[in-house]
């Protein structure tokens, strides 16, 4: 605010007049940032792991056990290696799981039909609202409002069940619901949340400052014409910020019924199950919802599991994901995915129990599954119990607003079949762009972090990290662009791949970039479609053309675009590859999108060549991996590294990082992970004292590179004494 009033002081002509009040706008939208409810970390927010989650629990969802919960039930889990399960509406069997030592989490905590609605399977039942901005949330049972008497009945189901259960020794946490969604998963629906208008108008009013504008209630519709405009013509505000209303309510509503839950129960953390990913409808701004769970069951989908983690550092909050076994992908996809999921920070799994048991016989690939389990649950598990992720300081970028204009420009040639759009997650620009850097880092050995959009504009970015990415960034206010300009000339190394700041944080075009004089680049606000990639659209891929693909080659040659190093160039009438000095630090404006790297991993043949225009300006920043995984002399094929600091150790795991299949709802893996076995040949930049390898518990001793045995559907786990080596 000095600057601001030092400027009118100055002078009191209205060109200064006008810069004041822009300041203050910005300010205001800093302040919202620091101080709105939905930013705010719910009241009981625990500082480490919860004592009952010290191992990796596996937890059936008995949806069609036939086995029971009686004696021979128990034998089931004990001799298969499940330890753990789940009761449903606080409701169950809670002297079994006592006797057969199972922990459990309680599902429809919150009860069904209210924070998922009914009905929310059947898309039919939704399709009446998907223009309608003017209606209210509603599911087969009628108008659900997000209102406080929605709240007042949530609250006193919520306490009942927990007060029920909360005796248990064995409850490990509480999920409101299944599938929640202030919509219907991630459908396009564009409804209020609620019939509170006044309440959008204030939040309107903090979310702009003093020239908020008035509520409107648009659908989609309304920016099919703005995508033949110039970008500075262009305005997607009102639908996007009565988008980002509707999840900041939503956070805060889900927020204040954990808190509700941990009233009753301190000691047990309090979430959801089915977690979506991160998306411009249903609430899934995860720099919101992060801050107000403390337990998520999370569908790996739009990289939601790999952001959690991010906003989770001190993996003090459970983390588990879903098991469906597929008899196509087979026992391998089950061994290879609790291993992976586990190797990222997870500390459980829910499974679907569908088609395990014939008659009361388990499955023959239930006893092929079943060493998997029990090394996890008895032996592996406990090791991770909280320790924390180690990053090789590199963040991602992480904007919810990028997220929506992303989708707002994706939308074009669907036209106004936009009401049928679904799998975002394998569709969208940004989620497939953010994609292949996190494909492009772990190929080349390094691991990230993805920072928030939030964190980032009231805090800046931390000073652990090296590099930030921007992956199709669109949209960034003001503040964040000081704050990443700040990182630069401090000594950071900030790398965009293109269409930086376009848009500001309300999707508003430009006039020019926010972040062009840091990129050493121009921007115009007379910019079309005409000046990207192939011409004709906004974006890469013809989304509508190519949306049944079955591979990214598919998706990506409908549009013809210039390639440079094997990639579209994204504005034409920018160089490709701008490297600016920042102060301190280095300013890349690649120009080119990371997406055709999804096709090369896909067909085989994504090696150092093909990452070189991306990864070597990383290594230009000092950042380059201090492990390499070789068999053969090569890199094997999706090999993943990942590291976890715990007390006095350092573990390392290696495993294959492949796609894992699935939809909104979850579902199986449609194909299994390469299976086979190696030499594997591990090396640390410097030498390491008392290496173990963890699956075996012998004793390597000191040194620089081991040998070990590769299941590729496994993983390699080692750790040795003390932090990684230095000066790497």
Same mark, same amino acid.
């Given at each position: 605010?000095?600057?601001?009033?030092? #400027?009118?002081?100055?002078v009191? =002509?209205?060109?200064?007049?006008?810069?004041?009040?822009?300041c203050?706008? $910005?300010?205001?939208?800093?302040?919202?940032l620091?101080?709105a409810?939905?930013?705010?970390?719910i009241?009981?927010?625990?500082?480490?792991?919860?004592?009952?989650w010290?191992?990796?629990?596996?937890?059936?969802? #008995?949806y069609?056990?036939?086995?029971?919960?009686?004696d021979?039930?128990?034998?089931?889990?004990?001799d298969?290696?499940?330890?753990?399960?789940?009761?449903?509406h606080?409701e169950?069997?809670l002297?079994? +799981?006592?006797?057969?030592?199972?922990?459990?989490?309680?599902?429809?905590a919150a009860?069904?039909g209210?924070?998922?609605l009914?009905?929310?399977?059947?898309?039919k039942?939704?399709?009446?609202?998907?223009?309608?901005?003017?209606?209210?949330?509603?599911?087969?049972?009628?108008p659900?409002?997000l209102?406080?008497?929605? +709240?007042?009945?949530?609250?006193?189901?919520?306490?009942e069940r927990?007060?029920?259960l909360?005796?248990?020794?064995?409850?490990v946490a509480?999920?409101?619901d299944?599938?929640?969604?202030?919509?219907a998963f991630?459908?396009p629906?564009?409804?209020?949340?609620n019939d509170d208008?006044e309440?959008?108008?204030r939040w309107?009013?903090?979310?702009?400052?003093?020239d908020?504008?008035?509520?409107?209630?648009?659908?989609?519709?309304?920016?099919l014409?703005?995508?033949?405009?110039?970008l500075?013509?262009?305005?997607?505000?009102p639908?996007?910020?009565r988008?980002s209303?509707?999840?900041?309510a939503w956070a805060?509503?889900?927020?204040?019924?954990?808190?509700?839950?941990?009233?009753?129960?301190?000691?047990?953390?309090?979430? +959801?199950?089915?977690?979506?990913?991160?998306?411009?409808?249903?609430?899934?701004d995860y720099?919101k919802?992060?801050?107000?769970?403390?337990?998520i069951?999370?569908?790996?989908l739009?990289?939601?599991q790999?952001?959690?983690?991010?906003?989770?550092?001190?993996?003090?909050m459970p983390?588990?994901?879903?098991?469906?076994h597929s008899?196509?992908?087979?026992?391998?996809a089950?061994?290879?995915?609790?291993?992976?999921?586990?190797a990222?920070?997870?500390?459980?799994m829910i499974?679907?129990?569908?088609?395990?048991?014939?008659g $009361?016989?388990?499955?023959?690939?239930?006893?092929?599954?079943?060493?998997?389990?029990?090394?996890?649950?008895a032996?592996?598990?406990?090791?991770?119990?909280?320790?924390r992720?180690?990053h090789?300081?590199v963040?991602?970028?992480?904007?919810h607003?990028s997220?929506?204009?992303?989708?707002c420009?994706d939308?074009?040639?669907?036209?106004?079949?936009?009401t049928?759009?679904?799998?975002d997650?394998?569709l969208?620009?940004?989620?497939?762009?953010?994609k292949?850097?996190?494909?492009?880092?772990?190929?080349?050995?390094?691991?990230?972090?993805f920072?928030?959009?939030?964190?980032?504009?009231?805090?800046?970015?931390?000073?652990e990290?090296k590099?930030?990415i921007?992956?199709?960034c669109y949209a960034?206010s003001?503040?964040?662009?000081?704050?990443?300009?700040?990182?630069? $000339?401090?000594?950071?190394?900030v790398?965009?791949?293109f269409?930086?700041?376009?848009?500001?944080?309300?999707?508003?075009?430009?006039?020019?970039?926010?972040l062009?004089?840091?990129f050493?680049?121009?921007?115009?606000?007379?910019?079309?479609?005409?000046?990207l990639?192939?011409?004709?659209?906004?974006?890469?891929?013809d989304?509508?053309?190519?949306?049944?693909?079955?591979?990214?080659?598919e998706?990506?040659?409908?549009?013809?675009?210039?390639?440079?190093?094997? +990639?579209?160039?994204?504005?034409?009438?920018?160089?490709?590859?701008?490297?600016?000095?920042?102060?301190?630090?280095?300013?890349?404006?690649?120009n080119?999108?990371?997406?055709?790297?999804?096709?090369?991993?896909?067909e085989?043949?994504?090696?150092?060549?093909?990452? $070189?225009?991306?990864?070597?300006?990383?290594?230009?920043a000092g950042?380059?991996p201090w492990?390499?995984?070789?068999?053969?002399g090569k890199?094997?094929?999706?090999a993943?590294?990942t590291?976890?600091s715990s007390?006095?150790?350092?573990?390392?795991?290696v495993?294959?990082?492949?796609p894992?299949?699935?939809?909104e709802?979850?579902?199986p893996?449609?194909e299994?992970?390469?299976?086979?076995e190696?030499?594997?040949?591990i090396?640390?930049?410097?030498p390491v004292k008392?290496v173990?390898?963890e699956?075996? =518990?012998a004793?390597?001793?000191?040194g620089?590179?081991?040998t070990?045995?590769f299941?590729?559907?496994?993983?390699?786990f080692?750790s040795f004494?003390?932090?990684?080596?230095?000066?790497?």
């Open positions: 605010m000095a600057l601001c009033e030092f #400027r009118i002081l100055l009191l =002509g209205l060109t200064v007049l006008l810069a004041s009040a822009a203050a706008d $910005e300010n205001a939208y800093l302040s919202y620091k101080n409810p939905e930013f705010q970390p009241q009981h927010s625990p500082a480490d792991m919860p004592p009952r010290n191992t990796w629990i596996y937890m059936p969802w #008995r069609q056990s036939s086995i029971g919960t009686g021979k039930g128990g034998e089931f889990c004990r298969y290696g499940f330890n753990g399960g789940f009761v449903d606080g169950g069997p002297d079994w +799981f006592e006797k057969w030592n199972l922990r459990f989490y309680n599902d429809h009860s069904k209210f924070l998922h009914r009905g929310a399977q059947e898309e039942n939704f399709r009446q609202f998907f223009g309608d901005a003017q209606a209210i949330r509603s599911g087969t049972d009628g659900q409002p209102d406080e008497a929605l +709240f007042a009945k949530l609250s006193q189901i919520v306490t927990v007060e029920h909360k005796a248990s020794p064995m409850r509480y999920a409101l299944d599938e929640i969604s202030w919509g991630v459908l629906i564009v409804w209020r949340i208008d309440a959008y108008a309107l009013s903090l979310y702009y400052g003093n908020a504008p008035a509520p409107q209630f648009v659908a989609p519709d309304f920016i014409p703005q995508l033949d405009r110039k500075k013509d262009i305005d997607f505000s639908l996007l910020d988008l209303y509707n999840d900041s805060v509503f889900i927020g204040r019924l954990v808190d509700c839950a941990n009233a009753a129960d301190p000691d047990t953390p309090c979430g +959801f199950v089915g977690g979506q990913s991160p998306s411009i409808f249903g609430g899934y720099t919802l992060s801050r107000k769970i403390q337990f069951e999370a569908y790996d739009g990289s939601s790999a952001i959690i983690r991010s906003f989770n550092p001190q993996n003090s983390v588990v994901t879903t098991h469906f008899d196509t992908a087979g026992v391998g089950d061994i290879w995915q609790s291993w992976y999921y586990f990222h920070g997870n500390r459980g499974g679907w129990v569908e088609n395990w048991f014939d $009361e016989t388990p499955r023959p690939w239930l006893k092929e599954y079943s060493p998997t389990l029990k090394e996890l649950g032996v592996q598990g406990p090791k991770l119990a909280g320790a992720w180690i090789d300081g963040a991602i970028y992480y904007s607003p997220i929506q204009v992303s989708w420009l939308i074009e040639p669907h036209g106004k079949t936009w049928n759009r679904r799998g997650f394998k969208g620009t940004s989620h497939t762009v953010r292949a850097w996190e494909n492009i880092l772990n190929d080349a050995g390094l691991q990230y972090n920072v928030s959009y939030r964190d980032v504009a009231v805090n800046g970015v931390p000073p990290y590099v930030l921007l992956p199709a960034l003001d503040v964040e662009a000081a704050r990443i300009r700040e990182f630069a $000339e401090n000594g950071g190394a790398i965009a791949d269409a930086c700041g376009l848009f500001d944080q309300h999707g508003k075009g430009r006039d020019t970039g926010a062009d004089s840091l050493g680049v121009t921007h115009s606000g007379e910019l079309t479609k005409a000046g990639f192939g011409g004709s659209l906004w974006t890469e891929s989304q509508d053309a190519g949306y049944g693909f079955k591979s990214y080659r998706l990506l040659d409908i549009v013809p675009s210039t390639l440079k190093d094997g +990639f579209a160039v994204a504005e034409k009438d920018l160089p490709v590859g701008t490297v600016t000095k920042a102060g301190k630090g280095t300013a890349v404006y690649l080119l999108s990371p997406l055709r790297y999804l096709q090369y991993r896909q085989g043949h994504a090696d150092s060549r093909s990452r $070189e225009a991306f990864v070597s300006h990383i290594a230009a950042v380059r492990v390499s995984v070789t068999s053969d890199r094997p094929q999706n993943e590294v590291y976890w007390g006095a150790r350092t573990y390392v795991f495993v294959q990082n492949i894992l299949g699935g939809s709802a979850g579902g893996m449609t299994g992970p390469a299976a086979g190696m030499p594997l040949d090396e640390f930049a410097a008392n173990i390898n699956r075996t =518990g004793a390597l001793g000191d620089a590179k081991f070990l045995p299941n590729t559907v496994e993983a390699v080692l004494e003390g932090p990684p080596p230095e000066g790497v």
